[in-house]
């Protein structure tokens, strides 16, 4: 926040002291947490509810807010009202997928599709679809909650909804037991059952943070509270990148003020330009102001940069066998644990085992996985993949995840987009694994192949990218974009 507010910050605090219900897009590094402390402080006789994405985001609020504000996570608030009554089984000692699934009664190959599903690709499927109930809106499992596997066609899924929705709706019930059950209990859990019970909140307002990306479970119990709270949403559109695991924007459609905050005291005006092209070709409602102050640079750079942001977890890989191969302590964001279970699901299929990673169950083979890649375009995502593990082997793979140090002691640390959001580095470059659309058939005049339009959702990760700068950005990995048609810089050219 600067030493005074901005007009938009005044326009949000006389709209919140007015009482009306506010979504407010925020741009990358506008403050919106800092605003709504702002809004707060300026009504700290009123008390309230601050919805954080996770504890350390809750904790730093709470340091942040007046006391009339409780700075909360909802799993927090679904702890204290129910939560409490399962701790018991929150540390209960860790158990397979296999063994709950054979305590359910899953103890036997189902043959669908054509292929022989094991009994532990059943019970983890199972135990998916219990959990992606519980990220959702819905009263009870139903059709909606059960997991694709790879290679499945719609007949062979409608198979494997019929045999397994019964054991989810037994895994589901099984959970209710406060004292002792088959399931492991998680914490998503209790948030679902406190959900369940329609709960309401006290106060006079609820404050909701990263609102591009709230599931819809956590949608239910906020809006539920419309008609008695006042409620602000604050959020970035254009950062909704989880919606391919259930997430959704719940700014857009919310009836409320709608208000922005477009000034990004993060990064100076030259990448305030490259991230409104992005904006842009995301069908954003904003456009992002930088800081004059702030002296960020936009181009190509020699030197170590202090992050590589990546499109993929395969183009993690590249990352950091090329910078490890140099010598260069390398860091990854989030850990290497799920390049690790790639790696290994490769080596089991490479020595003729079958693998249990959830991307990968239903391969017999290395070589049913390649013919998979390069042949059916459902596969073509896995290209990348085998690739990798053809040119370097699973075993490269494993070494370099054993050999990445922590943060603190990084010289470089790599990060996928999705992983990267909500944090910052000083220098920044992106990997060239943010591909360009693939051609189509019709020629310019020039007879040159026309690409595909940019994809609104990649549109939005490549600004997520992009915006994680302070200092300087060199945006290799998206040089395409200035010869694409749908450059909104070619219209200016």
Same mark, same amino acid.
């Not at 990358?28 to 985001?57: C, D, M, P, V, W």
């Not at 409602?285 to 395969?314: F, M, Y």
């Given at each position: 926040?600067?030493l005074?507010?901005?007009d938009?910050?005044?326009?949000?605090?006389?709209?919140?002291r007015?009482g009306?219900?506010? /979504?407010?897009?925020s741009?990358a590094?506008?403050?919106?947490?800092?605003t709504?402390?702002?809004?707060?402080e300026?009504?700290?006789?009123?008390?309230g509810?601050?919805?954080?994405f &996770?504890?350390a985001?809750?904790?730093?609020?709470?340091?942040?807010?007046?006391?009339?504000?409780?700075?909360?996570?909802?799993?927090?608030?679904?702890?204290?009202?129910?939560?409490?009554?399962?701790?018991?089984?929150?540390?209960?000692p860790r158990?397979p997928?296999?063994?709950?699934?054979q305590?359910?009664?899953?103890h036997?190959?189902?043959?669908?599709?054509?292929?022989?599903?094991?009994p532990?690709?059943?019970?983890?499927?199972v135990?998916?679809?219990?959990?992606?109930?519980c990220?959702?809106?819905?009263?009870?499992?139903d059709?909606?909650?059960?997991?694709?596997?790879?290679?499945?066609?719609?007949?062979a899924?409608d198979?494997?909804?019929?045999?397994?929705?019964?054991?989810?709706v037994?895994?589901?019930?099984?959970?209710?037991?406060?004292?002792?059950?088959?399931?492991?209990?998680?914490?998503?859990?209790?948030l679902?059952m406190?959900a369940?019970?329609?709960?309401?909140?006290?106060?006079?307002f609820?404050l909701?943070?990263?609102?591009?990306?709230? &599931?819809?479970?956590?949608?239910?119990?906020?809006?539920?509270?419309?008609e008695?709270l006042?409620?602000?949403?604050?959020g970035?559109?254009?950062?909704?990148?989880?919606?391919?695991?259930g997430?959704?924007?719940?700014?857009?459609g919310?009836e409320?003020?709608?208000?922005?905050?477009t000034?990004?005291?993060?990064?100076?005006?030259?990448?305030?330009?490259?991230?409104?092209r992005?904006?842009?070709?995301?069908?954003?409602?904003?456009?992002?102001?930088?800081?004059p102050?702030i002296?960020t640079?936009?181009?190509?750079?020699?030197?170590?940069?202090?992050?590589v942001?990546?499109?993929?977890?395969?183009?993690?890989?590249?990352? @950091?066998?090329?910078l490890?191969?140099s010598?260069?302590?390398?860091?990854?964001?989030?850990g290497g644990?799920?390049l690790?279970?790639?790696?290994?699901a490769?080596?089991?299929?490479?020595?003729?085992?079958?693998?249990?990673?959830?991307?990968?169950?239903?391969?017999?083979?290395?070589a049913?996985?390649?013919?998979?890649?390069?042949?059916d375009?459902?596969?073509s995502?896995?290209?990348?993949?085998?690739n990798?593990?053809?040119?370097h082997?699973?075993?490269?793979?494993?070494? /370099?995840?054993?050999?990445?140090v922590?943060?603190?002691?990084a010289?470089?640390?790599?990060?996928?987009?999705?992983?990267a959001?909500?944090?910052?580095?000083?220098?920044?470059r @992106?990997?060239p694994?943010?591909?360009?659309p693939?051609?189509?058939?019709?020629?310019?005049?020039?007879?040159?192949?026309?690409?595909e339009?940019v994809?609104e959702?990649?549109?939005?990760?490549a600004?997520?990218?992009v915006?994680? /700068?302070?200092h300087?950005?060199?945006?290799?990995?998206l040089?395409?974009?200035?010869n694409h048609?749908?450059?909104?810089?070619?219209?200016?050219a």
């Amino acid at each position: 926040m600067p030493l005074s507010p901005t007009d938009e910050q005044a326009a949000a605090s006389e709209a919140f002291r007015n009482g009306d219900h506010l /979504a407010i897009q925020s741009g990358a590094g506008a403050g919106k947490t800092s605003t709504l402390a702002f809004l707060a402080e300026q009504e700290a006789a009123r008390r309230g509810h601050y919805f954080a994405f &996770n504890r350390a985001i809750a904790q730093d609020a709470a340091a942040r807010f007046p006391a009339s504000v409780m700075c909360k996570t909802a799993h927090s608030l679904a702890y204290g009202a129910l939560g409490f009554r399962y701790r018991g089984r929150l540390n209960s000692p860790r158990r397979p997928g296999w063994q709950i699934g054979q305590d359910l009664g899953l103890h036997t190959p189902a043959r669908i599709g054509g292929l022989d599903v094991m009994p532990a690709t059943l019970s983890n499927t199972v135990l998916r679809t219990v959990t992606r109930f519980c990220q959702s809106a819905d009263r009870e499992p139903d059709y909606q909650h059960v997991p694709r596997l790879r290679r499945f066609d719609d007949d062979a899924h409608d198979d494997l909804v019929d045999l397994l929705l019964p054991y989810a709706v037994k895994a589901w019930a099984d959970l209710q037991d406060p004292h002792a059950g088959m399931v492991r209990f998680e914490h998503d859990h209790y948030l679902k059952m406190w959900a369940l019970t329609d709960p309401v909140l006290s106060g006079d307002f609820l404050l909701l943070d990263e609102a591009q990306d709230t &599931n819809p479970v956590l949608e239910h119990i906020v809006l539920a509270q419309k008609e008695r709270l006042q409620i602000v949403m604050v959020g970035d559109s254009a950062q909704a990148i989880y919606g391919w695991r259930g997430a959704r924007d719940v700014m857009t459609g919310f009836e409320a003020r709608h208000l922005t905050l477009t000034r990004s005291f993060r990064f100076g005006p030259e990448l305030a330009a490259e991230a409104n092209r992005w904006l842009a070709l995301s069908k954003a409602p904003i456009q992002l102001a930088g800081s004059p102050a702030i002296p960020t640079t936009v181009g190509p750079r020699p030197g170590r940069p202090d992050a590589v942001l990546c499109r993929t977890n395969i183009g993690a890989v590249t990352e @950091i066998l090329a910078l490890l191969s140099s010598g260069i302590a390398t860091a990854l964001v989030g850990g290497g644990e799920a390049l690790r279970g790639l790696a290994q699901a490769a080596r089991d299929l490479i020595q003729g085992r079958r693998t249990h990673h959830p991307e990968l169950v239903l391969f017999t083979s290395w070589a049913a996985l390649r013919e998979y890649a390069e042949h059916d375009p459902s596969g073509s995502d896995l290209q990348p993949f085998a690739n990798l593990v053809d040119d370097h082997g699973p075993d490269a793979i494993l070494n /370099a995840v054993d050999r990445l140090v922590s943060e603190s002691d990084a010289q470089v640390t790599v990060s996928t987009a999705h992983k990267a959001k909500g944090r910052e580095w000083a220098t920044v470059r @992106i990997a060239p694994d943010f591909t360009p659309p693939p051609d189509t058939d019709e020629l310019d005049a020039a007879g040159v192949p026309v690409p595909e339009p940019v994809d609104e959702a990649e549109a939005r990760l490549a600004y997520v990218a992009v915006t994680r /700068a302070r200092h300087h950005l060199d945006p290799a990995g998206l040089a395409w974009i200035t010869n694409h048609p749908d450059n909104p810089g070619r219209l200016h050219a």
